[in-house]
């Protein structure tokens, strides 16, 4: 094996490694349906998107706040909703004692390489379709929830088992999963770029959402 392709060969599979087994479903946008009543639950500011990424020297995690957001219930379940991502909000958390090395890292994430955040703020998830679950060798979800996921210029729809908790005064959802990030055109100095090569495309998110009735 001459050395080039054992370097790709090696890197592809430290990179596997780093995958998770939580890897959504994802297809091409999907319509939404319109909801004509329902009680409205507003997406609190406490609520928060958590972001693992990882490559085959190390990960790298932190957060994302919710600009806003509402949901629909009816008849005590779930029918629709949409909230949106303050993407200039990253902020990394593993490198809290690092302050350099924090801002450096979160400077690249939000720069054209990645987020390109000066033209793309914000990322909005609008829900498709709730299936109740009917695995019941997973207790932490309740549902599958599909929505339309925008993020820089690309949407594709994609399935999050999630578990979902209602009652009169407030909803939560949480959710643990990954997505594999070239699909939204994400890719560090283009998708043939060895340097790409390095950076796992999977990165974990979990959903940590609270709404309140209206």
């Keep these: 094996m001459n050395k080039v ?3 790709a060969t090696t890197i592809v599979a430290l990179a596997a490694c780093n995958s998770s087994d939580t890897k959504v479903e994802t297809i091409e946008k999907q319509k939404v349906a319109t909801i004509v009543d329902g009680k409205n639950y507003t997406v609190d500011a406490s609520s928060t998107v958590t972001w693992t990424g990882s490559k085959p020297t190390g990960k790298h995690s932190g957060t994302f706040s ?3 957001g509402s949901f629909i219930v009816k008849d005590n379940n779930l029918v629709g ?6 993407i200039n909000s990253l902020s990394n958390q593993d490198l809290a004692t690092d302050t350099t090395m924090k801002a450096k890292l979160e400077g690249h994430l939000k720069s054209s390489d990645f987020f390109d955040v000066a033209k793309y703020p914000t990322a909005t998830f609008e829900i498709t379709e709730i299936q109740a679950s009917t695995d019941t060798t997973k207790k932490d979800v309740t549902h599958t929830i599909k929505g339309n996921l925008t993020l820089k210029d ?4 994609i399935s999050i088992p999630a578990r979902v908790t209602i009652d009169a005064a407030t909803l939560t959802a949480t959710a ?4 594999d990030r ?6 560090y100095k283009g998708p043939n770029n060895p340097q790409d090569w390095v950076i796992s495309k999977e990165v974990a998110l979990k959903l940590n959402l609270t709404a309140t009735a209206k």
């Design 176 to 179: 643990d999963f990954s997505i």
């Design 66 to 68: 919710v600009k806003d």
């Design 5 to 7: 392709l054992f370097f």
């Design 81 to 86: 909703g949409k909230f949106t991502i303050d």
């Design 182 to 187: 070239t699909l939204w055109g994400m890719s």
């Design 154 to 157: 690309s949407t594709k729809n």
